[in-house]
Protein backbone atom coordinates (compact mmCIF):
# COMPACT_ATOMS: atom_id res chain seq x y z
CA UNK A 1 0.00 0.00 0.00
CA UNK A 2 1.81 3.08 -0.95
CA UNK A 3 1.58 6.25 0.93
CA UNK A 4 4.46 8.39 2.47
CA UNK A 5 8.11 7.89 0.76
CA UNK A 6 10.06 9.97 3.09
CA UNK A 7 12.19 8.88 6.22
CA UNK A 8 15.74 8.29 7.70
CA UNK A 9 18.06 6.86 5.51
CA UNK A 10 19.18 3.30 6.92
CA UNK A 11 22.34 2.79 8.52
CA UNK A 12 24.58 -0.38 8.36
CA UNK A 13 27.66 -1.17 10.09
CA UNK A 14 27.81 -4.94 10.09
CA UNK A 15 30.76 -6.64 8.58
CA UNK A 16 30.19 -10.08 7.35
CA UNK A 17 32.65 -12.70 7.22
CA UNK A 18 32.85 -16.74 6.64
CA UNK A 19 34.58 -19.03 8.12
CA UNK A 20 36.93 -21.82 6.24
CA UNK A 21 40.32 -23.43 6.74
CA UNK A 22 40.47 -22.23 11.10
CA UNK A 23 40.60 -18.71 9.68
CA UNK A 24 38.05 -15.68 9.04
CA UNK A 25 37.88 -14.36 5.82
CA UNK A 26 35.76 -11.84 3.81
CA UNK A 27 32.74 -13.13 1.38
CA UNK A 28 34.72 -11.47 -2.05
CA UNK A 29 37.37 -14.20 -1.22
CA UNK A 30 35.43 -16.27 -3.06
CA UNK A 31 34.54 -14.26 -6.35
CA UNK A 32 34.39 -17.02 -9.57
CA UNK A 33 36.41 -16.72 -12.46
CA UNK A 34 33.05 -16.22 -15.27
CA UNK A 35 29.32 -15.58 -15.23
CA UNK A 36 26.63 -16.42 -17.88
CA UNK A 37 24.89 -19.19 -20.12
CA UNK A 38 28.81 -19.85 -20.86
CA UNK A 39 30.19 -21.27 -17.49
CA UNK A 40 26.95 -23.67 -17.24
CA UNK A 41 28.07 -26.99 -17.32
CA UNK A 42 25.67 -30.24 -16.94
CA UNK A 43 23.76 -29.23 -13.50
CA UNK A 44 22.50 -32.43 -12.68
CA UNK A 45 26.62 -33.76 -12.41
CA UNK A 46 27.27 -30.66 -10.44
CA UNK A 47 28.08 -31.06 -6.77
CA UNK A 48 27.95 -27.53 -6.51
CA UNK A 49 24.22 -28.21 -6.73
CA UNK A 50 23.71 -30.64 -4.02
CA UNK A 51 20.48 -29.94 -1.68
CA UNK A 52 21.25 -32.75 0.51
CA UNK A 53 22.22 -30.24 3.54
CA UNK A 54 19.15 -27.92 3.45
CA UNK A 55 17.51 -27.25 6.49
CA UNK A 56 15.95 -23.68 6.91
CA UNK A 57 14.56 -23.10 10.58
CA UNK A 58 12.61 -20.74 11.46
CA UNK A 59 13.07 -17.18 9.66
CA UNK A 60 15.65 -18.52 7.68
CA UNK A 61 14.80 -17.22 3.76
CA UNK A 62 15.89 -20.69 2.30
CA UNK A 63 20.24 -20.74 2.67
CA UNK A 64 21.80 -23.64 2.34
CA UNK A 65 24.08 -24.93 5.36
CA UNK A 66 27.06 -26.33 4.14
CA UNK A 67 29.94 -24.91 1.77
CA UNK A 68 30.20 -22.10 -0.91
CA UNK A 69 27.60 -22.54 -3.25
CA UNK A 70 28.43 -21.85 -7.12
CA UNK A 71 29.68 -18.01 -7.60
CA UNK A 72 27.09 -17.21 -10.08
CA UNK A 73 24.93 -17.07 -7.62
CA UNK A 74 21.47 -17.91 -9.59
CA UNK A 75 20.32 -21.68 -10.01
CA UNK A 76 20.48 -21.81 -13.54
CA UNK A 77 24.03 -20.29 -13.57
CA UNK A 78 23.02 -17.20 -15.26
CA UNK A 79 23.09 -13.64 -14.09
CA UNK A 80 20.59 -11.02 -15.68
CA UNK A 81 21.92 -8.16 -13.20
CA UNK A 82 25.64 -7.41 -10.75
CA UNK A 83 27.22 -9.44 -13.71
CA UNK A 84 30.51 -8.92 -12.69
CA UNK A 85 31.45 -11.53 -10.47
CA UNK A 86 34.50 -9.80 -9.31
CA UNK A 87 32.65 -6.36 -8.35
CA UNK A 88 29.73 -8.50 -6.84
CA UNK A 89 30.63 -11.87 -5.26
CA UNK A 90 27.99 -11.94 -3.15
CA UNK A 91 25.32 -11.01 -4.66
CA UNK A 92 23.03 -11.42 -7.82
CA UNK A 93 19.54 -10.41 -9.53
CA UNK A 94 18.31 -14.14 -10.99
CA UNK A 95 15.77 -13.68 -13.64
CA UNK A 96 13.08 -16.69 -13.53
CA UNK A 97 9.26 -17.91 -12.86
CA UNK A 98 8.16 -18.85 -9.71
CA UNK A 99 4.88 -20.29 -8.99
CA UNK A 100 5.00 -21.15 -4.56
CA UNK A 101 3.51 -17.73 -3.38
CA UNK A 102 5.67 -15.21 -1.07
CA UNK A 103 9.38 -13.79 -0.89
CA UNK A 104 8.87 -13.26 2.71
CA UNK A 105 7.65 -16.28 4.80
CA UNK A 106 9.35 -18.15 7.21
CA UNK A 107 9.07 -21.91 5.71
CA UNK A 108 11.40 -20.49 2.73
CA UNK A 109 12.84 -23.09 1.22
CA UNK A 110 13.32 -24.92 -1.87
CA UNK A 111 10.59 -26.83 -3.95
CA UNK A 112 11.40 -27.66 -7.07
CA UNK A 113 15.54 -28.39 -6.19
CA UNK A 114 16.49 -25.14 -7.18
CA UNK A 115 15.73 -26.40 -10.88
CA UNK A 116 14.08 -22.56 -11.46
CA UNK A 117 15.47 -19.53 -13.79
CA UNK A 118 14.61 -17.94 -17.29
CA UNK A 119 17.87 -20.58 -18.56
CA UNK A 120 16.83 -23.51 -16.87
CA UNK A 121 14.80 -26.38 -17.97
CA UNK A 122 11.66 -25.10 -16.85
CA UNK A 123 11.65 -21.25 -16.59
CA UNK A 124 8.40 -20.75 -15.82
CA UNK A 125 8.70 -21.99 -12.95
CA UNK A 126 6.20 -24.50 -12.11
CA UNK A 127 5.74 -25.75 -8.57
CA UNK A 128 9.06 -24.12 -7.48
CA UNK A 129 9.23 -21.59 -5.21
CA UNK A 130 11.10 -17.60 -5.15
CA UNK A 131 14.20 -19.67 -3.47
CA UNK A 132 14.36 -22.24 -6.17
CA UNK A 133 16.03 -19.00 -8.38
CA UNK A 134 18.97 -18.89 -5.89
CA UNK A 135 21.62 -21.37 -6.35
CA UNK A 136 22.62 -23.87 -3.51
CA UNK A 137 24.67 -21.80 -0.70
CA UNK A 138 22.54 -18.50 -1.88
CA UNK A 139 19.25 -17.24 -0.47
CA UNK A 140 16.89 -14.31 -1.43
CA UNK A 141 18.46 -11.36 -0.11
CA UNK A 142 17.02 -10.44 3.25
CA UNK A 143 16.51 -6.48 1.89
CA UNK A 144 18.09 -3.23 2.17
CA UNK A 145 20.36 -4.21 4.92
CA UNK A 146 21.52 -6.83 3.20
CA UNK A 147 21.56 -5.82 -0.37
CA UNK A 148 23.80 -2.30 0.68
CA UNK A 149 26.20 -4.56 2.37
CA UNK A 150 26.44 -6.73 -0.43
CA UNK A 151 26.21 -3.83 -3.62
CA UNK A 152 27.59 -0.38 -1.83
CA UNK A 153 26.18 0.92 -5.16
CA UNK A 154 22.75 0.03 -4.52
CA UNK A 155 21.01 -1.22 -7.09
CA UNK A 156 22.48 0.60 -10.01
CA UNK A 157 23.89 -2.45 -11.81
CA UNK A 158 20.87 -4.69 -11.12
CA UNK A 159 19.68 -4.02 -14.59
CA UNK A 160 22.04 -4.36 -17.66
CA UNK A 161 22.55 -0.91 -19.85
CA UNK A 162 20.09 -0.74 -22.66
CA UNK A 163 17.19 -2.72 -20.82
CA UNK A 164 13.68 -1.51 -22.19
CA UNK A 165 11.93 0.21 -19.31
CA UNK A 166 9.43 -1.06 -16.79
CA UNK A 167 10.99 -4.23 -17.52
CA UNK A 168 12.69 -5.95 -14.58
CA UNK A 169 12.12 -5.87 -11.00
CA UNK A 170 14.00 -8.13 -8.59
CA UNK A 171 12.78 -8.72 -5.54
CA UNK A 172 13.82 -9.22 -1.81
CA UNK A 173 12.29 -10.12 1.18
CA UNK A 174 12.30 -7.09 2.73
CA UNK A 175 9.83 -6.31 5.97
CA UNK A 176 7.06 -3.79 5.40
CA UNK A 177 3.78 -2.88 7.25
CA UNK A 178 3.10 -0.25 4.55
CA UNK A 179 3.01 2.97 2.89
CA UNK A 180 6.94 2.29 1.11
CA UNK A 181 8.15 2.58 4.93
CA UNK A 182 10.60 -0.45 5.24
CA UNK A 183 11.59 -2.00 8.80
CA UNK A 184 14.11 -4.92 9.56
CA UNK A 185 11.47 -7.05 11.75
CA UNK A 186 7.38 -6.52 10.59
CA UNK A 187 5.12 -7.29 8.35
CA UNK A 188 4.83 -8.45 4.62
CA UNK A 189 2.97 -5.21 3.29
CA UNK A 190 4.40 -4.40 -0.13
CA UNK A 191 6.98 -6.20 -2.42
CA UNK A 192 10.70 -4.02 -1.98
CA UNK A 193 13.80 -5.02 -4.31
CA UNK A 194 15.84 -3.44 -7.56
CA UNK A 195 15.12 -2.86 -11.01
CA UNK A 196 13.23 -0.08 -13.86
CA UNK A 197 9.55 -1.77 -12.87
CA UNK A 198 7.52 -0.43 -10.01
CA UNK A 199 6.89 2.29 -7.88
CA UNK A 200 10.31 4.53 -7.58
CA UNK A 201 11.46 4.28 -3.96
CA UNK A 202 12.80 7.52 -2.18
CA UNK A 203 16.96 7.12 -2.50
CA UNK A 204 16.81 8.74 1.04
CA UNK A 205 14.45 7.10 2.31
CA UNK A 206 13.73 4.17 4.81
CA UNK A 207 14.19 1.76 1.92
CA UNK A 208 17.26 2.64 0.67
CA UNK A 209 19.19 1.48 -1.49
CA UNK A 210 16.22 -0.27 -2.73
CA UNK A 211 14.91 1.52 -5.89
CA UNK A 212 11.54 -0.23 -6.49
CA UNK A 213 8.36 -1.62 -5.51
CA UNK A 214 5.30 -3.65 -6.05
CA UNK A 215 2.46 -1.62 -3.49
CA UNK A 216 -1.31 -1.99 -3.95
CA UNK A 217 -4.36 -0.26 -2.99
CA UNK A 218 -6.66 -2.86 -4.41
CA UNK A 219 -7.09 -6.35 -3.08
CA UNK A 220 -5.75 -9.00 -5.87
CA UNK A 221 -3.23 -6.94 -7.61
CA UNK A 222 -0.02 -6.09 -7.06
CA UNK A 223 -0.06 -2.33 -7.88
CA UNK A 224 1.58 -1.59 -10.84
CA UNK A 225 0.14 -2.23 -14.25
CA UNK A 226 2.90 -2.72 -16.54
CA UNK A 227 4.20 -5.26 -13.91
CA UNK A 228 0.94 -7.00 -13.91
CA UNK A 229 -1.00 -9.25 -16.70
CA UNK A 230 -1.62 -8.74 -20.00
CA UNK A 231 1.79 -6.56 -19.53
CA UNK A 232 3.66 -8.72 -17.00
CA UNK A 233 3.42 -12.27 -14.82
CA UNK A 234 3.39 -10.37 -11.46
CA UNK A 235 0.38 -11.47 -9.83
CA UNK A 236 -0.61 -10.99 -6.09
CA UNK A 237 -3.61 -12.67 -5.58
CA UNK A 238 -5.39 -13.34 -1.90
CA UNK A 239 -8.47 -12.42 -0.39
CA UNK A 240 -10.10 -9.21 0.45
CA UNK A 241 -6.77 -7.63 2.73
CA UNK A 242 -4.41 -9.14 0.12
CA UNK A 243 -3.37 -5.71 -0.56
CA UNK A 244 -1.51 -5.98 2.97
CA UNK A 245 0.32 -9.34 2.47
CA UNK A 246 1.65 -8.98 -1.03
CA UNK A 247 5.37 -10.24 0.26
CA UNK A 248 3.60 -13.44 1.53
CA UNK A 249 2.03 -14.21 -1.57
CA UNK A 250 3.44 -12.75 -4.67
CA UNK A 251 3.96 -15.39 -7.83
CA UNK A 252 4.98 -14.73 -11.29
CA UNK A 253 2.59 -16.63 -12.93
CA UNK A 254 0.21 -14.44 -15.04
CA UNK A 255 1.74 -14.76 -18.23
CA UNK A 256 1.52 -18.57 -19.39
CA UNK A 257 3.02 -19.79 -22.93
CA UNK A 258 4.56 -16.50 -23.43
CA UNK A 259 0.38 -14.63 -23.28
CA UNK A 260 1.27 -11.34 -22.61
CA UNK A 261 3.13 -8.68 -24.39
CA UNK A 262 5.29 -5.67 -23.70
CA UNK A 263 7.80 -3.23 -25.49
CA UNK A 264 6.61 -5.33 -28.65
CA UNK A 265 7.74 -9.03 -27.73
CA UNK A 266 5.94 -11.48 -25.71
CA UNK A 267 6.25 -12.06 -22.21
CA UNK A 268 6.27 -15.30 -20.31
CA UNK A 269 6.22 -15.84 -16.38
CA UNK A 270 10.03 -16.10 -16.66
CA UNK A 271 10.40 -12.68 -17.31
CA UNK A 272 10.55 -8.91 -16.26
CA UNK A 273 12.58 -10.43 -13.60
CA UNK A 274 13.00 -12.61 -10.48
CA UNK A 275 14.27 -12.31 -7.25
CA UNK A 276 17.98 -10.93 -5.93
CA UNK A 277 20.11 -13.76 -4.52
CA UNK A 278 22.80 -13.30 -2.18
CA UNK A 279 25.51 -15.84 -0.92
CA UNK A 280 24.88 -17.31 2.73
Known amino acids: MARSRTAP ?33 DRAGDDRFDSADEAPGDGDLGGEKGPPGPPEGCAD ?3 EGFQALDAFPDIAA ?10 LRSDMAP ?5 AGNS ?10 AVDLCAGGWHVCRGAAEVLLRAPDGCAQAVPALTA ?6 ATAQHSEGALECNTTTGDNDVFGC ?25 GACGWNQAEPPLGPWQCQGGVDSHLHEAAIITTTGCP ?11 GNSDKGGVLCCRD
Open 9 to 41: ALAVTSFVAVFSGGACRPLDAFAGPCVGAGCAA
Open 77 to 79: LTR
Open 94 to 103: CGGGFSVPGV
Open 111 to 115: TCDRG
Open 120 to 129: AASPDGAGCA
Open 165 to 170: DQMLFF
Open 195 to 219: GNLGVVLSPTGSCAPLNRALASTTA
Open 257 to 267: GQSCSWDSRSI
